[in-house]
């Protein structure tokens, strides 16, 4: 176990980087990238298991037991709704721990932050383990950390967009102020996005689209569990202090001439 690990709940993790198992070719292609990117927890949505038949093959049969599985709300919309998909994973995958996503539009799928926090309360009453995704906005991240979530999951962009660290300055704030892990969550198109995501201090990173769409999946998996290792070693470090003017890195005492 590493000296510093990722403490989610009760839970820990060597890896930061957390994945998602949709968008990829076939199950070969999911087991081989969710492999290189190593990964020890991956998110599933309840709708790719088959709860009527559980013996199908599917999804769970191909990657195997040796990984922590986040069944996620994908696709709902109202607290209700995601409550319940959250008492039908904890059923069908005997865990509590879930991300919880209550969406407020099609469009962009941003999260509703009224039928997140309602769903959060309920969900930790209840005793479940909750990571929500939320809005890049400090005042929600502080109100679902206060309601017992075990982390708070703000996007870095909107979900499969690819663009990047949009806000920086408002992911200092939430990492500043959270004493909980601060998980980025969506918007990561790149390895380099991911490095600046926890060189500000991120605690973890999830992505999906950014590996499963890459043109290698594989490749971009492998490139992106070395970026997060980079990014949080950077952070740890201490970086130099940004100045106008150069210094030099080599002495000055005793250069001929002087």
């Known amino acids: 176990m590493s000296q510093n690990p990722l403490v989610i709940g009760e839970r820990r993790f060597n890896s930061r980087l957390i994945v998602g198992t949709g968008k990829y070719k076939n199950y070969d292609e999911t087991k081989a990238a969710i492999e290189a990117s190593g990964a020890e927890m991956i998110t599933v949505a309840l709708r790719r298991i088959n709860l009527e038949n559980p013996n199908d093959k599917g999804l769970l049969d191909f990657i195997g037991a040796k990984y922590t599985l986040l069944p996620n709300t994908a696709g709902c919309y109202t607290a209700k709704d995601a409550v319940l998909t959250c008492q039908l994973a904890r059923e069908a995958l005997n865990t509590t721990l879930v991300k919880l996503e209550v969406l407020g539009d099609q469009k962009t799928l941003f999260p509703d932050n009224e039928q997140l926090l309602e769903a959060a309360k309920v969900l930790v009453k209840e005793g479940f383990?909750?990571?929500?995704?939320?809005?890049?906005?400090?005042?929600?991240?502080?109100?679902?950390?206060?309601?017992?979530?075990?982390?708070?999951?703000?996007?870095?962009?909107?979900?499969?967009?690819?663009?990047?660290?949009?806000?920086?300055?408002?992911?200092?704030?939430?990492?500043?102020?959270?004493?909980?892990?601060?998980?980025?969550?969506?918007?990561?198109?790149?390895?380099?996005?991911?490095?600046?995501a926890m060189e500000l201090g991120c605690d973890g990173i999830l992505m999906n689209t950014a590996i499963a769409g890459a043109k290698n999946p594989i490749k971009m998996a492998r490139a992106m569990k070395l970026a997060v290792e980079a990014g949080r070693l950077a952070y740890e470090s201490g970086r130099i202090p940004k100045k106008l003017y150069a210094t030099a890195s080599s002495p000055v005492e005793g250069v001929i001439g002087r």
């Open 129 to 196: 383990t909750v990571l929500p995704y939320c809005i890049d906005d400090p005042i929600i991240c502080k109100k679902l950390e206060d309601a017992g979530c075990a982390a708070v999951m703000p996007l870095a962009a909107p979900i499969g967009s690819g663009l990047g660290i949009r806000n920086p300055h408002n992911l200092a704030i939430i990492i500043e102020q959270s004493k909980v892990p601060v998980i980025v969550d969506a918007g990561v198109g790149t390895a380099s996005d991911a490095a600046i």
